[in-house]
């Protein structure tokens, strides 16, 4: 089992509507919770992090994390096409092995 | 303000041909990490530096090597490139402190070809 698992997608939305991005993971230890954004060949810059259970809120992005689940999830409201994009989950612990585990990252198309 | 750079962007090289892939940060982090991302794949660290202090993955092929001479450049060797090794290839650079959300700042990758 990988220790994190994301929906490879690809997601097709029209302009305007809600989106859901999800992942799970299997280790408890995991700490704190990242989202990376990658455009077609660059390199992916951080969305958003946050270490504790509930929801984060970052202008039209809101990340939201259930330890008890092992399940995070990015929503982006008023999806815009500059938002189509791969979107990668990456978790992480404070102590121990400090490398971030990447999910596989979920292609997002958002139409015009 | 280009904080972590890569060089080359595109880099092609023949079966076998030693190649070095380069990364240059302006941000003064600890710790530069590179990983080898393949299409529609998460990337996957290869190994990383926390200071000097060299960090292999445990199971980074003996073909890929690095060298970190001062705290600003990190380099990526691969022995002898095969076909399986064309991919791109992101350096990423963070703070490395303890008891904190390690952000992970990347580059924009290189993309190495194998003929």
């Known amino acids: 089992q990988k220790e994190v698992e994301q929906d490879p997608g690809p997601l097709s939305v029209p302009e305007g509507a809600i989106v859901s991005l999800n992942c799970t993971y299997s280790n408890s230890a995991f700490q704190y919770f990242m989202w990376y954004r990658q455009y077609s060949r660059k390199g992916p810059e951080l969305l958003m992090y946050?270490?504790?259970?509930g929801n984060k809120e970052d202008g039209r992005f809101t990340a939201q994390v259930d330890k008890s689940s092992k399940y995070i999830s990015l929503f982006i409201r008023d999806s815009q096409p500059s938002d189509s994009a791969t979107y990668l989950c990456?978790?992480?612990?404070?102590?121990?092995?400090?490398?971030?585990?990447f999910g596989s990252g979920t292609r997002l198309q958002v139409q015009p | 303000d280009a904080m972590v750079i890569q060089n080359p962007r595109y880099q092609v090289t023949q079966f076998g041909k030693p190649v070095t892939l380069s990364c240059s940060q302006t941000?003064?982090?600890?710790?530069m990490y590179w990983y080898q991302q393949k299409s529609s794949q998460a990337p996957k660290l290869l190994f990383h530096y926390y200071d000097k202090d060299f960090n292999n993955e445990a199971d980074t092929p003996d073909n890929f090597q690095s060298r970190r001479p001062n705290t600003s450049f990190c380099f990526l060797d691969i022995r002898s490139p095969g076909l399986g090794d064309a991919a791109m290839y992101l350096c990423a650079t963070s703070r490395g402190r303890a008891s904190s959300t390690d952000t992970q700042y990347f580059g924009p990758g290189t993309r190495l070809t194998v003929l």
């Open positions: 941000l003064n982090h600890n710790v």
């Open positions: 946050t270490y504790s259970s």
């Open positions: 990456a978790i992480g612990r404070f102590t121990g092995r400090r490398a971030l585990t």
